[in-house]
């Protein structure tokens, strides 16, 4: 029975588990604590082997200072006393009375193989009873330095460097320095146990830190999916507010944009369905009621059978424009081929002067080869060349020219028409886009400039539109441009 209440509650308490953390939020703090976890587990050692390190250096560098006093004083001691050892015995009397070791350093004189005399005193015992130390010491002749651990928690290691002392250049003594690490070593752990009081401290106020800014921090994504929820087909219009900077603050931009672009599709899909439903249903509804009066007479079917006729060869061209543009966005819309720039724009000059009578102009041609597909960049100036002829008088000029720069191919197409308005210049390049000052209907369903917009994308580069009301417009199509050694 207890074992089925135990498993019953371990049940209960993973399925608290896995609904608590369910939350982002709670995942994120789970995450942060973790981490500081993580940061204070590795940071406290790190700071107890540097810490304890740089301890070590300084205890080696007083040391080494203690050492490099004493050598000062006995050179010039040397170079102005006679080398004996009634002299050398009144230096080091004065020396030890004249100097003060560091706190938890000794200085030791060793003469005629025994202690002469140590400061302060008296001596550690272990100091005088462990072989690694003063036995030892006691029968150097030459200038060592040394660490030595003793059991004694009082002592610690016990680092030491040493000088010789001579009298006529023959070993007569030692003057050793000493440490003690125990002093150190017990300031340098009680400066580690209150860095980790002081790291569980911040980690503690941290996280109830990051519990409270986190649930401020959260609004924005609880209110991005409150505002998701509300968005439906009639209802495109909810916005985030963006309030402050940051990552959270981008997110409301990011999902205000997305939203836009959303509502811009949907409203431009609404249009073409319109648009197309409008496009198609007159030329049925001028072949139906065509066809609903045609009588008997063989004239009068002949006039139906030619507007019937004319009807259906509109919508095949304006089905066709629409495959077009559907096909631009796929892969292998394009054919490309190596092209002559001079002979094609003179092919095409050929054939748009054929289509009205205007004043043509070929400007300047340029030479070169260059890579692209040759029917759907006929089409495309065929387009604009014919869309100048709409919209230009029998005295107007329509100019085709060709230009290469560094790293651009352009074409253009000029007239002196009607031009177009600044707030159409952007809009025309839409589906089904007319300018709202053009004198005369268009005979095309609107499409004529997407299609050339849509060429211009497939070849990687642009179109751009030039114009004044009453002076005329310039199209130009941009292409990256590369020599003949790279078109080769």
């Known amino acids: ?91 080091v009397n004065e020396f030890l009375a004249t100097t003060l070791p560091e706190d938890d350093n000794f200085h030791l004189i060793i003469l005629q193989n025994q202690l002469y005399h140590s400061k302060p ?36 290691s016990v680092v030491y460097k040493t000088h010789i002392l001579e009298i006529n250049n023959e070993p007569t003594g030692l003057f050793v320095a000493v440490h003690l690490t125990a002093g150190e070593r017990a300031e340098a752990w009680a400066a580690v146990r209150i860095f980790i009081e002081v790291a569980f401290g911040v980690m503690l106020v ?30 495109l219009n909810q916005r985030l507010a963006v309030e402050g900077r940051g990552e959270l603050a981008e997110l409301a931009s990011t999902f ?11 409203e431009r899909q609404r249009n073409f369905i319109n648009d197309v439903s409008h496009e198609l249903r007159t030329p049925i509804t001028i072949i139906q009621g065509h066809l609903d009066v045609m009588t008997a007479d063989p004239q009068d079917q002949a006039q139906t059978l030619a507007v019937v ?28 081929e190596r092209i002559d720039l001079q002979r094609f724009i003179q092919d095409v000059f050929s054939k748009a002067i054929v289509l009205a009578d205007r004043n043509w102009q070929l400007a300047a041609t340029a030479e070169g080869i260059f890579w692209g ?21 029998l005295e107007d000029t329509i100019e085709l020219g060709s230009a290469v720069s560094a ?5 253009w197409v000029r007239d002196t028409g009607e031009g177009i308005a600044e707030a159409d210049q ?46 005329g417009a310039t199209f130009t199509l941009i292409f990256p441009w590369k020599s003949n050694a790279e078109v080769a």
């Open 426 to 471: 952007q809009r025309i390049f839409n589906r089904f886009a007319r300018a709202t000052n053009r004198s005369r209907a268009s005979e095309g369903a609107g499409l004529g400039l997407a299609i050339v917009a849509a060429m211009m994308k497939a070849h990687g580069g642009s179109v751009e539109l030039s114009s004044e009301l009453g002076v």
């Open 373 to 393: 597909d040759r029917q759907r960049l006929t089409g495309a100036l065929m387009n604009l060349l014919e869309n100048a002829i709409q919209h230009t008088q």
């Open 1 to 91: 029975m207890k074992l089925v209440i135990n498993c019953l509650n371990l049940r209960y308490f993973g399925q608290f588990l896995r609904s608590y953390f369910k939350s982002t939020r709670n995942r994120i703090l789970l995450l942060y604590f973790i981490s500081l976890l993580g940061v204070f587990t590795i940071a406290i050692p790190l700071f107890q082997v540097l810490f304890f390190s740089k301890v070590d250096r300084r205890v080696q560098e007083n040391l080494s200072e203690e050492l490099a006093n004493f050598r000062i004083i006995y050179q010039q001691w040397e170079s102005q006393n006679p080398e004996t050892e009634e002299a050398l015995v009144t230096f």
């Open 121 to 156: 005193t008296p001596l550690p015992s272990v100091i005088q009873s462990h072989p690694e130390l003063l036995p030892k010491w006691i029968t150097l002749n030459t200038s060592v330095a040394g660490t030595v651990s003793v059991d004694d928690p009082e002592v610690g």
């Open 407 to 411: 790293q651009t191919l352009r074409f």
């Open 256 to 266: 205000n944009l997305m939203m836009d672009r959303v509502q811009d599709a949907f």
């Open 206 to 235: 941290a996280f109830l830190l990051a519990w409270v800014a986190s649930h401020q921090l959260l609004k924005p994504v609880q209110q991005l999916a409150k505002t998701a929820q509300s968005i439906n087909e009639n209802n």
């Open 309 to 336: 006729s004319d009807e259906l060869e509109r919508m095949k061209r304006f089905v066709n424009d629409m495959i077009l543009l559907a096909k631009a966005e796929q892969n292998h819309f394009l054919q490309p």
